[in-house]
């Protein structure tokens, strides 16, 4: 189940559970949509996986399924760079 994480990663921004501003990744790195889509190219920094729209849980699930108070806040920090390959590698 999602974490559903209250904040983003970079800029600190709040993200509640019904935020159609909140990007994940697989790992469920947290990034609100303009860091993710201005900073990042829609590309974690974290891991390089692709960064996706957080999924909303129904309200009347979050009482049962609360989502998280923990806030990850790692700073502003540059863009995932993907490792260039040596030449001959396809």
Known sequence: M???RPNCECCDAN???A???AR?????HTFCADCADLRFGET???CGGGLVARPIRPEGQLHRYPASLRRVYRGQRPAWVQPERPSGWA
């Open 15 to 17: 993200l509640p559970p």
């Open 19 to 21: 935020s159609d501003a």
């Open 24 to 28: 994940i990744c697989t790992f469920e």
């Open 44 to 46: 974690c920094p974290d």
């Open 2 to 4: 999602l974490e559903l």
